[in-house]
């Protein structure tokens, strides 16, 4: 049988991938080692985070299905940095991983035109460097395009203390042949590596202990459908806790029996996600590190010990465990592991997510060194989107870095690379008052409508929100005069009164006021989402208007296209450094090569007087 589209691993990429593909009218077949691993969660049970979160909100503004998901299995929620900008805000949310499993193989199942096979890819096909299929255990099938999803699951060893299995997070089989292949193709292939904490016994907890954590009281939802599928007074409660003197000397004095510290681990380690164990060796003079108990599944007794991922042997994890308040007593039922695997050097792709070496093969997720489920998800969508858009010969979805955290996730991957997981932050981001939480549907529902993945329901629902906020914004403009009048109802409304004729913006722009103090004055009513937004325009336009300035100009440094076969070797005055870089990535553009590190604005200049001579050949 031939397909349009094969999506090879069933993880978070590969969950979005086949459904986007195949949403898209492409015959799509989801090839997965274990049907019961699709959208694991195997290692923290949550969803979002800083950064992360605005992540999951542009994979449903897209047409993805992440956020939806979230919001079927949520435990708790919370919307996280409130006391900060909106710059840095987002949602994040506990998860129940089974009901998280369970809702997304559903969709995937209920989803025409695609099927689903349990079994391992081998080897692709490959006819003159273009991608016509894979060969399984069992046999060859045919597609026009293929995407590579396999997590951790390529070459993979755990590793607890000087103990290595080659098997998966659950003990699973591991594909050992692809990764060779791959390799052999000609892909550059690095050792990587990441891990988990010890799922402990909820019944064996002292949670006295502990200071309770519980959810925001507020509804909320990562979808903008904006519907609820929890009781917030009925959130699962997670609890805080810290490590001591006493966890500090266990870890310290067993050292060396880290798989990490005791030289068995080959695999880079995640940098900002680190080992409880390489915390204490960095951070030689902090007295204690914050662990959040979380809980997985109301069909589960386990508690995930967030920040206490280690890769010690289990005698050494006992003692680290009962070291901590409210666990001396705590039964261990799944113990910490680190996990290395094989990815490909993501300078090797190109900005659509297809590799430089192999056409029509795309891949995404943790084969191209990133971490996170988020990450994840997020290359599965677009990875197909422009697969899609490929074989139907139509324009990729290329998100500039003022326009997404998933363009600043595939730009620093393509033009940067990365040596370690590479885990999204805000940081990252030049634009992040441009990338907020309240308006990735604003920044992208178009561009999923064009590509056909938003549903009609839902663009019109957009369509209007659209509407109020420009309706909002006008009644804003309205003049309001210091007449005694005025100035009592201002006053009723804790706004203090004026003295010269004003705007009702004018008045929003205070700290204190909000579109709530200023609803005598409105005409119409407004919903929670619009009034939001519309406060943060105000509020912060004179950030907001800095900032898109500042990506205007980089949106020109954009526009300026770099042809694919231009032979840098032959460009005189370019540094040698600069020349090795630029062969190597290929940018598409001045923007992208001004973004490669080595490359310097001495270059950039050569390469502009080379442009304009008329040589971007």
């Given at each position: 049988m031939k397909?349009?589209?094969?999506?090879v691993?069933g993880g978070h990429a590969?969950s979005?991938?086949?459904?986007a593909?195949?949403r898209?009218?492409?015959?799509?077949l989801l090839?997965t080692g274990?049907?019961?691993n699709?959208a694991?969660?195997?290692?923290?049970p949550?969803i979002?985070?800083p950064?992360k979160?605005i992540?999951?909100?542009e994979?449903?503004?897209?047409?993805?299905?992440?956020?939806?998901?979230?919001?079927k299995?949520i435990?708790?929620?919370?919307k996280l940095?409130t006391?900060?900008g909106p710059?840095?805000?987002a949602l994040r949310a506990?998860?129940?991983?089974i009901?998280?499993q369970?809702?997304m193989?559903?969709t995937?199942?209920s989803?025409?035109?695609?099927?689903?096979?349990?079994t391992?890819?081998?080897?692709?096909?490959?006819?003159?460097?273009?991608?016509?299929?894979?060969i399984?255990?069992?046999?060859?099938?045919?597609?026009?395009?293929v995407?590579?999803?396999?997590?951790?699951y390529?070459?993979?060893?755990?590793?607890i203390?000087?103990?290595?299995?080659?098997e998966g997070?659950?003990?699973?089989e591991t594909?050992?042949n692809?990764?060779?292949?791959?390799?052999?193709?000609?892909?550059t292939?690095?050792r990587?590596?990441t891990?988990t904490?010890?799922?402990?016994k909820?019944?064996t907890i002292?949670f006295t202990?502990?200071?309770?954590e519980p959810g925001d009281?507020?509804?909320l939802?990562?979808s903008y459908?904006n519907?609820p599928?929890?009781?917030?007074?009925k959130?699962?409660l997670?609890h805080l806790?810290y490590t001591?003197?006493k966890?500090?000397e266990?870890?310290?004095k067993n050292?060396t029996k880290?798989?990490?510290y005791?030289?068995?681990?080959?695999?880079?380690?995640?940098r900002y996600?680190?080992?409880?164990?390489?915390?204490?060796v960095?951070f030689k003079?902090?007295?204690?590190?914050?662990l959040?108990?979380?809980?997985?599944s109301k069909?589960?007794?386990t508690?995930y010990?967030?920040?206490?991922s280690s890769s010690?042997?289990k005698e050494?994890?006992?003692?680290?465990v009962k070291s901590?308040?409210?666990l001396e007593?705590?039964?261990?039922l799944?113990y910490?592991?680190a996990?290395e695997?094989?990815a490909i050097?993501p300078?090797?792709?190109?900005r659509?997510l297809?590799?430089?070496?192999?056409?029509?093969?795309?891949?995404?997720?943790?084969?191209?060194?990133t971490?996170g489920y988020?990450?994840?998800a997020c290359?599965?969508?677009?990875?197909a989107i422009?697969?899609?858009?490929k074989?139907k010969?139509k324009?990729?979805?290329i998100l500039?870095?003022?326009e997404?955290?998933?363009?600043?996730?595939?730009?620093d991957?393509v033009?940067?690379?990365?040596?370690e997981?590479y885990?999204?932050l805000t940081s990252?981001?030049?634009?992040?008052?441009?990338?907020?939480?309240d308006?990735?549907d604003?920044?992208?529902t178009?561009?999923?409508?064009?590509i056909g993945?938003?549903?009609k329901?839902?663009y019109?629902?957009?369509k209007i929100?659209?509407?109020?906020?420009?309706?909002l914004?006008k009644?804003?403009t309205?003049?309001?005069t210091?007449?005694k009048e005025?100035?009592?109802i201002?006053?009723?409304n804790?706004?203090?009164?004026i003295?010269?004729k004003?705007?009702l913006?004018?008045?929003l722009?205070?700290?204190e006021?909000?579109?709530?103090n200023l609803k005598p004055?409105?005409?119409?009513?407004?919903?929670k989402e619009?009034?939001?937004e519309?406060e943060?325009i105000?509020?912060y336009s004179?950030?907001?208007?800095?900032?898109e300035e500042?990506?205007k100009?980089?949106?020109e440094?954009?526009?300026?296209?770099l042809?694919e076969?231009?032979d840098?070797?032959?460009?005189s005055?370019?540094?040698l450094?600069?020349?090795e870089?630029?062969?190597k990535i290929?940018?598409?553009?001045?923007?992208q090569?001004m973004?490669i590190?080595?490359?310097?604005?001495?270059d950039i200049?050569v390469l502009?007087?080379y442009?304009?001579?008329?040589?971007n050949e």
């Open positions: 397909y349009d589209i094969i999506v691993g590969g979005e991938a086949a459904l593909s195949a898209l009218g492409n015959k799509t090839i274990n049907i019961n699709i694991d969660a195997p290692c923290n949550s979002g985070g950064a979160g992540v999951v909100r994979i449903d503004a897209l047409g993805g299905e992440m956020a939806k998901n979230t919001d299995s435990l708790q929620i919370k940095n006391r900060k710059a840095v805000w506990q998860i129940d991983k009901e998280y369970k809702n193989t559903e995937i199942k989803t025409k035109n695609l099927d689903i096979k349990e391992f890819v081998k080897k692709l096909i490959v006819e003159n460097n273009v991608v016509k299929g894979v399984t255990k069992e046999e060859e099938i045919k597609a026009k395009a995407i590579l999803t396999t997590g951790t390529l070459n993979s060893n755990i590793l203390g000087s103990t290595k299995k080659k997070p659950h003990g699973e594909e050992l692809l990764s060779k292949h791959l390799k052999e193709l000609g892909f292939i690095q990587l590596k891990g904490p010890p799922r402990i909820k019944d002292d202990k502990t200071k309770r009281t507020d509804i939802t990562f459908e519907k599928y929890y009781d917030p007074e959130q699962e997670c806790i001591n003197k966890t500090h266990i870890i310290n050292l880290s798989a990490m005791g030289g068995y681990a080959e695999g880079i380690g995640p996600c680190p080992s409880i164990e390489d915390k204490i960095r003079d902090k007295e204690r590190h914050q959040f108990l979380e809980p997985e069909n589960l007794d508690i010990i967030q920040g206490f010690m042997p050494v994890q006992k003692e680290m901590l308040p409210g007593n705590a039964e261990i799944k910490a592991y996990i695997y094989d050097d300078t090797q792709l190109k659509t297809e590799t430089k070496i192999i056409e029509n093969l795309f891949t995404a997720g943790q084969i191209n060194g971490s988020e990450e994840a290359q599965g969508l677009i990875a422009n697969a899609n858009q074989l010969g324009k990729p979805l500039r870095r003022d997404a955290y998933i363009g600043v996730l595939i730009d991957l033009t940067k690379g990365t040596k997981p885990r999204l990252r981001a030049e634009y992040r008052l441009l990338l907020r939480d308006n990735a604003l920044r992208l178009e561009y999923g409508n064009e993945l938003v549903t329901e839902n019109q629902k957009f929100k659209l509407e109020n906020i420009k309706k914004l009644e804003l309205k003049e309001i210091p007449t005025i100035n009592n201002l006053k009723e804790n706004i203090n009164k003295i010269d004003t705007t913006e004018n008045l722009k205070r700290p006021v909000t579109i709530e004055f409105l005409k119409n009513n407004y919903d619009v009034i939001e519309v943060i105000v509020k004179g950030y907001i208007k800095k900032q500042e990506a100009k980089l949106k440094y954009e526009n300026i296209k042809s076969n231009i840098y070797q032959k460009i005055n370019l540094a450094e600069a020349r870089k630029l062969t290929k940018p598409t553009s001045i923007g090569a973004r590190s080595g490359v310097n604005p001495s200049a502009m007087i442009l304009k001579r008329g040589k």
